[in-house]
């Protein structure tokens, strides 16, 4: 049987006469994937302390650097610039254990500023190494209308225990199923609603968030979302669908910028 490395078996034999039984039971590969099955969905493992530590100190001098505020010793701050880059970057790739964490701790921000704010944090500190002050003020004023202000102070007041009321639309699929998607929405903490749902199915490899989205009003998109997929709904009464990631964000995204549902705002 696939998945097995023997069978399931009574075997008799013959020692000096003596008829012995054993019991040769079916060992699947489930089985002996069990100490190696992760404890957390992928992206979703805890920040580590002194990684956290030094998260919450490079986007606090980044922040005042862009707002204007403060002084800076040049090699501290390029060094600085370059971690954050590296914070947001994480979310972008999508392939470390705790992508999915730190995009908790900014709150979802929109992927099309991330991408332009990584790329901008690059050239903001080409612009300092250089003294190119133009270029310098160009890039900060990019970096503001992508929400990065917003972005770091949700990441320096972000508290796992505090229970803040948002609105979110999520994605969920386990590795083995990738395009099983499981799209719901939440007005809590997403990991500790993923955490709940891996709890209540009791699956060996848990569901790990594949995207989420912040929005004005979950229950208004779930809705008018899951009617956009209905086609690919595997039960009317359940909230999983047969339909590829990449499909799906094109079909929310669209959907979420023309009916202005995204709550981070495009800003000129």
């Known amino acids: ?15 000096g006469g003596i008829i012995k039984t054993y019991n040769l039971r079916a060992i699947t590969s489930e089985e002996m994937n069990m100490n190696k099955a992760p404890k957390w969905g992928f ?12 998260n919450r100190k490079a986007v606090l001098s ?17 060094e600085n610039i370059s971690w954050v880059k590296g914070i947001f970057n994480r979310v972008v790739k999508q392939d ?9 701790y900014l709150d979802y921000p929109r992927y099309s500023d991330i991408r332009v704010i990584v790329s901008e944090l690059a050239t903001l500190r080409n612009a300092i190494k250089k003294k190119d002050n133009a270029l310098g003020v160009g890039s900060i004023r990019r970096l503001k209308n992508k929400h990065f202000i917003e972005y770091c102070d ?13 609105d979110y639309l999520y994605i969920l699929s386990r590795r083995e199923e990738k395009d099983i998607l499981k799209i719901g929405m939440t007005t809590r903490n997403v990991q500790k609603r993923v955490n709940e749902i891996n709890s209540a199915t009791g699956v060996l490899y848990p ?4 995207k989420v989205f912040k929005v004005i009003n979950c229950k208004k998109v779930e809705k008018e ?13 359940r909230e999983f669908f047969k339909i590829g990631y990449k ?6 995204e669209d959907y979420l910028e023309k009916t202005k549902q995204y709550y981070y705002s495009e800003l000129l």
């Open 1 to 15: 049987m696939d998945g097995e490395f023997y069978t399931e078996r009574v075997v008799d034999i013959f020692m």
């Open 207 to 210: 569901y790990s968030a594949r």
């Open 154 to 166: 949700n990441y320096l007041n972000f508290d796992i225990h505090n229970e803040t009321e948002a």
């Open 96 to 104: 470390q254990w705790d992508w999915f964490t730190v995009n908790m």
């Open 43 to 54: 992206g979703m493992a805890p920040l580590k302390s002194e990684t956290e530590a030094k």
């Open 225 to 237: 979302v899951h009617e956009l997929l209905s086609e690919y709904r595997i039960r009317p009464d």
């Open 62 to 78: 980044v922040k005042h650097f862009v707002e204007g505020t403060g002084t800076f010793e040049l090699e501290s701050l390029l």
């Open 247 to 252: 499909e799906a964000c094109t079909v929310i």
